[in-house]
């Protein structure tokens, strides 16, 4: 056993790590150290404390969160001492939780995890419509409900307005189907761990003791769902640590609930509050205008935030004509920036509110050859290529996913058209089965002509004899056959779809080509994945069906380049050089959708509720900035081939910056997109030349 060094912490820090009496809350603004409180009190506890790395566990708001966190601890601890610890998201959580306690929620330890386009499939076949409002408007309703712990009893009785009893209606029916496929959702990830803790004695016992010290980061994005089975896992033990900032609290629209932080102090009478007052990301320019803005909101908890990084450049507010010279104003900007400090393209990050944004950044960007990457968008494993091979693995590793099964054996066709799948559905329902059983039940041949029949029952056979070679195999030790690896199995897979072939008959030949490059990349990763985890191709599937829910795993080394992101997803990160895009009335704060919303739009205190949350997205965006902010937004914007006049956001004057001064036009107003890349070259080489001589 050896101490950790806990010199570097301030006082108020060191008292958070050391605390160990009971349950203990760190609330504090943007960047004062908490989730660093977190990770040197992992340390603390497994280096000095003697507690085994099996009893700790971290819970973080994303996958990549939980990376560096482990990363980080890397340096802090013994690599021997580390075995065991569980640093993960909730949702990482309940997909190990559920595996293990699959029986006794009902469930094969082979589940299928169901993302928001198989679940939008389902609710638009119990609505039977193409509304796309309606479905989603469901969709999120039952998302709420889940995470707030409705049931569709309950929901049946609070469900006021037609929409949600059309949306309760629907919840009991989907609830079943989800069932019926042997399958859970996104939210069921943590809010069947949870019920299943407050309803079994015996798993509740057997987590109760397996955790002795459990951390949170983020605690004010929780909601009640992970409010209670954090309660659950810390039992009778109350040792955990939660660290969070009310004042960055963005995921309402979620169900994440603020009210978690002052339930907190209410349900553990002797919980420890300390409160952080330092902060060592940003210089003062970015953190006064930061604590101008969240100022204008009401303040439950009273908290200070400072900074000695010096007093730094002032912010850049800068109004552009439209968004392709904001995009274009941007990536110069950065150019030339990157040239003046001699920094790195990694140092600069783009955040914007919504992801229909990034776009014209995106395209800008390629053409001025800045090299960049993009998170919070649309996720790699949302590509139809790679859900189509994913489809195929899905079924494989469970047999009762309908929705992987009609997927698959429609992709590419083979003879299966929709009659015949609608023949199939019926029959199945009839026998309470899956269609994938149904399949091969005889009383099928009175119903489905065998020209038909044939082809389902072909491609049902080709799925049983991978699920063989992939795992029966170990139960045959008269054969002594080995279980194919992963590898193997998925050679074969590709080879059984023809998939190339079929993209190219109904693609253009670019698309084809690039669809086809990602899926070998998929493959590729795959393979990878399964050897460096030594998994198998069940496991293998388990595993992509939990990033596809959360988000693109980025292992590799990180990338020069510039982040593009929203700024809900830049939470808890930190960049050098921030330009926040589109800070306008209408965008940010984002007025949203009425059907999104509610009827916040007619009713005045919804709305101030809603400008409240999104002034605290500012604020997030804002603190992620390190030495330098810019802002820009246009005077017009397109919408629906429309020019929408537009105007600068409130939060913009509410950040009382000093002057005028920095309030900027664009200097390349009024030139045409030609004319401001040549300014560009010029600039970049006067630059150039400058740095060289
Ligand atoms: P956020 O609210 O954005 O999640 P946070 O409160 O979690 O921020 P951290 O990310 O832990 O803050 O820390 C912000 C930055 O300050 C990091 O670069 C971290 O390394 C640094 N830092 C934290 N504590 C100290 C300290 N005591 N001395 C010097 N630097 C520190
Ligand atoms: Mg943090």
Redesign the pocket.
Known sequence: MSTTNLD???AS?REAVLYLDGPCLVL??????????ITQKIAYLINTCGYDAKGVVALTFTNKAAREMAERIKTLIDRKLMKGLIISTFHSLGVRFLREEASHAGLKPQFSILDANDTYGIVQEMLSTTDKGRIRMVQQKISLWKNDLVTPDMAERVAQTPDEVDAALVYRSYDATLKAYQSVDFDDLVRLPAQLMMQNAEVRERWQKRIKYLLV??YQDTNVCQYEWVKQLTGFRNMFTA?G?DD?AIYAWRGATIENLAKLTKDYKNLKLIK?E?N??SVETVLNAANQVISKNPNLFGKKLWSNLGRGEPIQVISMDNEEAEAESVGMRISASRFERNARWKDYAVLYRGNHQARIIEQTFRQLRIPYTISGGQSFFDKAEVRDVLSYLRLIANEEDDPAFIRAVTTPRRGVGQATLTALGEHAAEKKCSLFEAVFDEELDTKIASRQLEPLRVFAKFIQTIQWRASKGKADPVQAVQPASADVLLDDILKYMNYEHYLYETQEERAAENRWLNVLELVDWLKRKAQEDGLDLMQLVQHIALITMLERSEEEEEPDAVKLTTIHAS????YPYVHMVGVEEGLLPHMGKDDEYGDANKDAEALDVRIQEERRLMY?GI??AQFHLTLTWCKKRRRAREDLIREPSRFISEMGLESGRQLLQDPYQGMSPKERLVKLKEMLQKKAGAAQG
């Open positions: 570097g912490l301030n820090q504090a603004g943007a960047g004062s150290g908490k989730t660093s409180v980061d983020e660290v900032d960055q952080l330092q060592y990301r939470k808890g990160l930190e997030v603190t992620r």
